[in-house]
Every structure is written in structure tokens, then in C-alpha cells.
């Protein structure tokens, strides 16, 4: 009677490690829109070699969009590259709770409060790549300023920022071009922005691009060795958005990936002036 239940006992052991062992991350797939064709596995790894910035967009609300961006996080994880995970979900300030959060020093309920303050899309759509970090030791850094000081830019524009408010942005001017103001017209839609000013909401939306970019920045200024994965709003994302104030600012290769959206960010609506690839769905 004993062997045939240690036979069971050591099949159960092995579907129980299976269970528990990270599973193996998809083959990543990108549509390259300026060859306008598909890279796979290590095809697709080599476009992103060398590479100090990926900005990986989304919407928010996506959990398709989440699981691409975390296929992007494993894949270069697990080709060698020290990676770190940049948040438009989380502020500057909150820095010291992702780092309790990367080092296992802080439960999830006890985070879980720390990531609603920062942020009001539900933890579940997120949760994945938060927990794929947490697992891994990647660091996650938060990119964003206060929503009130972006609220205050959108309702009343940059001009009602008082000098200390304006000395949190280090520097930020707030220069709309005709070309940002067609470009947010587009990402985001003319209005249906309540009773905001469509200026003003152009401005808000450069003051947050602006301040991402320049967080970006100093983090790999004192993180040489690192690809800073972005996760962000495909409205910030595109090249338009953050990707031109990094332009500005440096000549770091920066490369911009898209989830695959029917009607929105497929090979047929989205060009190279709005991304450099699209992540492929299954």
C-alpha cells in the first residue's frame, strides 16, 4: 500500500512545482511600422538592444494592455538587461513606498491604500506587473507630479502656478506649439473635457509629459547601466508625448511600443510618427 502512495505523493509534488515555477514569458512579437513587418523572439529583442528608454503605452483600463506591457518587462528581464519599471501611476513622492514595495517590506494590504492615493484604476489591472517586480527585485520608479498641481495647469492654465508650485517642475516651461495642440486634438479628443479650457488642458497635458520625461532622465542619469521601461497613457506615450521632451533633453535611444487595439493601434490606423512598433496580440 505504501509505494502506490508514494507514487501519488511524487506526482503531486511535481504538478505542485509546475503550479508554483514563473511561467515562461510569451514570445514577444512586434509589428515594426516603419518596415511595416513582424519581428518575433530574438528578432524582436534585438530591435530594443541598446535601448535607454522603452515607453510602453496604454489604456488605462485594458487588461490586455497590462499584459502587454508585462511581456515587454519579462522579455527584457529575461535577456540579460537590468531593467527598472518607470510609473505615470505613481507620484515622485510616494518613491519610498515602491521601494518598501520592490523589497517585500510592505503587504499588499498595507500597499494596496499607497497605490489608490496615487492612482484611480483598480489595483487588479496592475497588480501583475507590481507583483512580477516584487518577485524579480525590479525597481519601480515614480515619474508623476500631483494630480491638484496638473488640475490646477488644466482649469486655470500654467500661468495661475505660483513660484513655488512652478519650482517643483524644475524648470518646465510651458510652450504650446500648433503641432503639441493637433497632436493632443488627436490623442485625446477636441473637448468633452467638461467646462477646461482646450488651452489649459494642453498645457496640463505638456506640464505631465515634461515632468515624466525629466524624472525619466534622472533616474538613468544615476542608473547608467539600466533600460527604464515606461508604462503610461498611450496619449503620453506616443512621440508627441513624452518621447519629444526626451528628445529635448537627451540623445539616449528611446523607443516607443503600442498594445495592438482593433480600429485604434493596428498596422492600418497607426503610423512611425506615432510609434515605433506594436505589440502583437496572441
Excluded at 66 to 75: C, D, K, Y
Aim: charged share 25%.
Amino acid at each position: 500500500m505504501l509505494k502506490p502512495m508514494l507514487k501519488i505523493t511524487a506526482l503531486a509534488a511535481i504538478v505542485l512545482a509546475g503550479w508554483l515555477a514563473p511561467a515562461k514569458a510569451r514570445e514577444l512579437r512586434l509589428f515594426d511600422l516603419a518596415g511595416q513587418k513582424v519581428l518575433s523572439g530574438t528578432a524582436a529583442l534585438e530591435r530594443l538592444r541598446g535601448v535607454r528608454f522603452v515607453l510602453v503605452g496604454e489604456h488605462h483600463d485594458r487588461a490586455d494592455h497590462h499584459r502587454a506591457q508585462l511581456e515587454v518587462i519579462e522579455a527584457l528581464q529575461q535577456s540579460g538587461r537590468k531593467v527598472a519599471v518607470g510609473l505615470e501611476m505613481f507620484r515622485r513622492d510616494s518613491q519610498a513606498d515602491l521601494d518598501r514595495w520592490v523589497a517585500g517590506e510592505t503587504s499588499e494590504d498595507r500597499f494596496k491604500p499607497i497605490y489608490l492615493d496615487n492612482w484611480n484604476f483598480g489595483w487588479d489591472l496592475y497588480r501583475p506587473i507590481f507583483d512580477y517586480a516584487r518577485r524579480e527585485k525590479i525597481p519601480m520608479t515614480g515619474l508623476n507630479v500631483s494630480s491638484n498641481l496638473t488640475a490646477q495647469v488644466a482649469f486655470h492654465g500654467f500661468e495661475s502656478l505660483n513660484a513655488d508650485q512652478r519650482g517643483s517642475l524644475e524648470g518646465i516651461t510651458c510652450n504650446v506649439t500648433a503641432q503639441y495642440r493637433d497632436f493632443v486634438r488627436r490623442a485625446y479628443g477636441a473637448h468633452g473635457h467638461g467646462q477646461m479650457d482646450f488651452g489649459h488642458f494642453c498645457e496640463a497635458q505638456l506640464v505631465w509629459d515634461t515632468a515624466m520625461a525629466l524624472n525619466a532622465i534622472d533616474y538613468l542619469q544615476h542608473h547608467p547601466d539600466t533600460v527604464l521601461v515606461i508604462l503610461a497613457g498611450s496619449g503620453h506615450a506616443r512621440k508627441l508625448g513624452i518621447p519629444a521632451q526626451l528628445a529635448k533633453r537627451t540623445t539616449w535611444p528611446v523607443v516607443v511600443l503600442l498594445p495592438e487595439t482593433a480600429g485604434i493601434f493596428d498596422p492600418e490606423h497607426t503610423s512611425a510618427q506615432d510609434a515605433d512598433f506594436l505589440i502583437l496580440n496572441e
